[in-house]
């Protein structure tokens, strides 16, 4: 049982530079979540997506955009990087229902440096 | 904006005594809550979550959760130095997202 899956798990961009973290989920999940990760500022949600074909923005997400693919995949894009974006990204996911108290599972990470 | 305030730490304990963390949070609104326990370079897990007040326990770990004075808590007996860890506390009000704390880093003597 694989969870929530992340690709990559590292990488390396120039400033300037676009790509697309992967985040895939094999539970059934309606909701999904993607969090950036600093030191000292615990986990900042980025977007967020409620159910399959809706998106929304979380507390920081000037510079990227989302998509929900279908039920199982959801991926966040930086099309120009900056050094700011330099973070651990953590894709999470849950099976979302009214009032109750479903914890969010999450992936193992993509650790994402901008030069 | 939901605020979640964890005293950041380290909080040190020798092996075996009580590790006591603290959340405090500004929305009343707040509904379930949740702690996280993440060890360094990896993902956060699952510890317990509460919704009601009182205390809740789970082997070692016990929650408590104070609607009123708008606090939850954890307890770790018996601390182990496999429990050196950073704890997250989240909530959730009624919607569909989790707000987290900073976390607080335990590092427990051997």
């Known amino acids: 049982n694989a969870g929530v899956t992340q690709t990559p798990k590292f990488q390396v961009l120039k400033t300037g530079q676009s790509m697309t973290l992967q985040c895939a989920q094999d539970?059934?999940?309606?909701?999904m979540y993607w969090y950036r990760q600093d030191p000292g500022m615990g986990l900042r949600l980025i977007y967020y997506?409620?159910?399959?074909?809706?998106?929304d923005k979380g507390e920081v997400p000037n510079g990227y955009n989302v998509s929900r693919l279908n039920k199982r995949e959801f991926s966040l894009r930086l099309e120009s990087a900056a050094p700011s974006q330099t973070s651990v990204y953590f894709c999470?996911?849950?099976?979302?229902?009214?009032?109750?108290?479903?914890?969010?599972?999450f992936g193992d990470g993509t650790r994402l440096s901008i030069l | 904006q939901k605020e979640v305030e964890q005293n950041s730490g380290p909080l040190s304990v020798p092996e075996g005594a009580i590790a006591s963390l603290n959340c405090t949070y500004s929305?009343?609104?707040?509904?379930?809550f949740f702690w996280y326990r993440q060890y360094s370079g990896k993902s956060p897990e699952l510890i317990m979550f509460?919704?009601?007040?009182g205390d809740k326990e789970d082997g070692r770990f016990t929650a408590q959760l104070n609607k009123a004075s708008q606090y939850v808590s954890l307890l770790i007996r018996d601390s182990q130095p496999s429990d050196s860890a950073t704890y997250l506390c989240?909530?959730?009000?009624?919607?569909?997202?989790?707000?987290f704390g900073a976390g607080t880093t335990v590092t427990v003597r051997a």
């Open positions: 999470a996911s849950t099976q979302y229902r009214d009032g109750g108290n479903q914890p969010q599972h």
């Open positions: 539970m059934n999940h309606n909701s």
């Open positions: 997506s409620a159910s399959e074909g809706t998106t």
């Open positions: 929305d009343r609104g707040s509904q379930s």
């Open positions: 509460i919704y009601s007040n």
């Open positions: 989240a909530l959730r009000s009624n919607d569909y997202k989790l707000s």
